[in-house]
């Protein structure tokens, strides 16, 4: 594998900081073969409600698991639409129509959220559901998304992936929406030793997703209730997990002012991530906006300066072979950032920001 000066991520460090704590709760779970479920899981479930002050949070093992199994707790029948951003990660939509549902895509602001001002022409008597995502860590005005929402008696579900620990209004992620999906996948901002995600809301929301990630299954009767899932959290991501989130809000607050630093340094050399009022940002990516078509060849350059860099979207999903024929129109706001947008290194222990930072004003000359 290549590696960089400056790598994209910096996974282990995250290790390092709470070893003693990961170490010792994985020998005890191998000295009690405790893998799936018990204690541990449910000590997890109760730290994410602490942490996220949401109602309920039931643990799954994906972000996509957690979609999917939200979006079948709704039922859908053939036909019913869910209104999504198309600019996101395939497991929405998959999820969406593992379910049985039809995405309906909306183009998305200057913030990459849903653009509010155009779901309502979006939505039809089969309307179920509203997801937004809180794309790269920020979320969208939850307030205008609520309203929408509850006039047309839709569901509001919020993709959090990107976002534990954001805020909007200083409500948590995870209290904003009817139902919130969240990925603990390693790379995110709280990340596991692999796949595990959760659902956070009411109790009974959270119950119907217990139940759907054992198969639907009765724990007493032995008796299958409903069609399930196999999409039990497996117990060493717990503790991983549950470590890591002792330290989260200090990784936010150094990742913040580190992006506060190429906010400042950046500023009319590329377009520096727009900031929603009200909403906490976490920097899951920093995000910069390249003039005049030049993403590609910025990208090639700070790679060849030792500067690894991604693009999360090289195409919007209404763009794809497998759910291009949901949507026949352009969407132009997503397809732009598809084009221009790339994704700087963006982690607590950020070693050579300068580098990074000196090399994209070389490159803007
Ligand atoms: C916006 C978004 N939603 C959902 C997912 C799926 O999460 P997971 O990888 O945990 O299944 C991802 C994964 O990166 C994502 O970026």
Redesign the pocket.
């Known amino acids: 594998m290549k590696s960089f000066k400056v790598p994209y991520w910096d996974l282990h460090s995250q290790y390092q900081e709470c070893k003693e704590e990961i170490d010792l709760g994985i020998a005890n779970l191998i000295k009690d073969s405790n893998y799936l479920g018990g204690d541990i899981n449910t000590n997890f479930e109760s730290s994410l409600v602490r942490y996220t002050g949401a109602p309920d949070v039931a643990t799954v093992n994906?972000?996509?698991?957690?979609?999917l199994l939200t979006y079948t707790l709704l039922g859908l029948d053939p036909g019913d639409e869910i209104i999504t951003p198309s600019l996101?990660?395939g497991?929405?939509i998959e999820a969406i129509v593992q379910a049985g549902g039809t995405p309906v895509f909306v183009d998305v602001d200057e913030y990459f959220h849903i653009d509010v001002a155009k779901i309502e022409e979006a939505i039809t008597d089969k309307t179920k559901a509203i997801c937004y995502?809180s794309?790269y860590g920020q979320t969208p005005d939850t307030d205008k998304l609520r309203k929408i929402a509850e006039k047309n008696n839709l569901c509001l579900i919020e993709?959090g992936?990107?976002a534990f620990g954001s805020t909007y209004k200083n409500k948590k992620v995870g209290t904003l929406a009817d139902i919130t999906?969240f990925?603990?996948?390693v790379?995110?901002n709280l990340g596991s030793f692999g796949?595990?995600?959760a659902v956070s809301g009411f109790h009974e929301v959270c119950d119907s997703i217990r139940s759907l990630r054992v198969h639907g299954r009765d724990g007493t009767k032995g008796e299958f209730n409903e069609p399930g899932y196999n999409a039990r959290i497996q117990n060493i991501n717990a503790i991983v997990c549950d470590a890591k989130l002792k330290k989260l809000d200090e990784w936010i607050d150094s990742k913040r002012a580190l992006c506060h630093i190429y906010d400042e340094e950046l500023h009319g050399v590329v377009q520096t991530p727009k900031k929603r009022i009200h909403s906490y940002h976490t920097y899951y990516v920093y995000a910069i906006g390249c003039p005049d078509n030049t993403r590609d060849d910025l990208q090639v350059y700070l790679e060849k300066n030792g500067i690894q860099t991604r693009v999360?979207w090289p195409l919007g999903i209404h763009m794809t072979e497998a759910y291009g024929h949901y949507c026949l129109e352009s969407l132009p706001q997503t397809e732009s950032v598809t084009k221009n947008v790339l994704n700087l290194p963006c982690y607590h222990t950020l070693q050579d920001q300068e580098l990074v930072i000196n090399k994209i004003k070389e490159f803007y000359g």
């Open positions: 994906s972000g996509t698991s957690a979609l996101t990660f497991a929405g995502v794309l993709d992936a990107h999906c990925s603990f996948n790379q995110k796949d595990a995600g999360s």
